[in-house]
């Protein structure tokens, strides 16, 4: 992971173990055990878990209509959230209009656009894995220690990305990472909302240092952060 406290400096030491944080001005970068957590100047919270996932944290005082893209307007608002990245005033209500016009390609991962046609559910195409994302989807999702989050985050709509996705996806499918995907994400959100998930990846399920290894060869080291802050321990 690469960071830059501004668009020009160079962030040249390295940052080390898990549970310490880095501190310059009123920017704090800190690392827990499966998050690289920044806090920006105007206490915006960018949290990313280094492989598919992040979120962006706004405090409760941020005003409305300041924000644009997937994190929509910010403002109680969701037919005005489809805001095209090509103008402010561009809006659709096609999510796949909306997804193509921001996304982020480059020559290393290309990023192609997504028609109307491709938005099939892929279970319809492979009607085996369904079965069994099913099956593994709720033997974990709905069973200690998930279930502790169940009054606050309602499982469902997690459990129908988690078997959609573990039909369509290719990625890693032989190391389980479209269910740990899932589980990861339902596992963050129930954090965000007071009621941490504790001790739910093991050796057979989601390893954490596999999870590591993964990120490490994807282009995205977990271990090595740069930046030009003095590490301090967390406490």
């Avoid at 105007?42 to 005003?63: A, S």
């Avoid at 209509?65 to 307007?73: F, H, L, N, Q």
């Avoid at 709905?142 to 502790?148: D, G, I, L, N, R």
């Avoid at 899932?182 to 009621?195: Q, R």
């Amino acid at each position: 992971v690469s960071t830059q406290s501004t668009g020009s400096s160079g962030i040249n030491a390295e940052y080390g173990g898990e549970g310490m944080a880095a501190h310059h001005t009123n920017l704090a970068i800190q690392r827990t055990a499966e998050h690289l957590i920044v806090t920006l100047p105007n206490k915006i919270v960018i949290q990313w878990d280094g492989l598919h996932m992040g979120f962006l944290i706004l405090p409760d005082d941020f005003p409305e209509d300041r924000t644009c893209g997937m994190c929509g307007r910010y403002n109680n608002d969701m037919s005005r959230d489809y805001y095209m990245k090509h103008g402010r005033t561009d809006i659709t209500t096609n999510p796949l209009e909306f997804g193509n016009s921001w996304k982020y390609t480059n020559t290393y991962r290309p990023c192609y656009d997504v028609s109307p046609r491709d938005d099939v559910d892929p279970c319809d195409y492979f009607p085996e894995r369904k079965a069994e994302g099913q099956v593994l989807c709720q033997q974990h999702l709905y069973q200690v220690p998930f279930t502790s989050c169940h009054d606050t985050v309602d499982p469902a709509l997690y459990f129908q990305n988690c078997v959609r996705d573990w039909c369509g996806s290719e990625w890693r499918r032989s190391q389980k990472l479209p269910l740990c995907n899932a589980l990861g994400a339902y596992a963050t959100t129930c954090e965000l909302k007071g009621v941490p998930i504790s001790s739910w990846r093991s050796s057979d399920l989601c390893p954490i240092d596999e999870i590591k290894e993964i990120t490490m060869e994807e282009g995205c080291p977990w271990n090595e952060l740069e930046y030009d802050f003095e590490l301090d321990p967390q406490e």
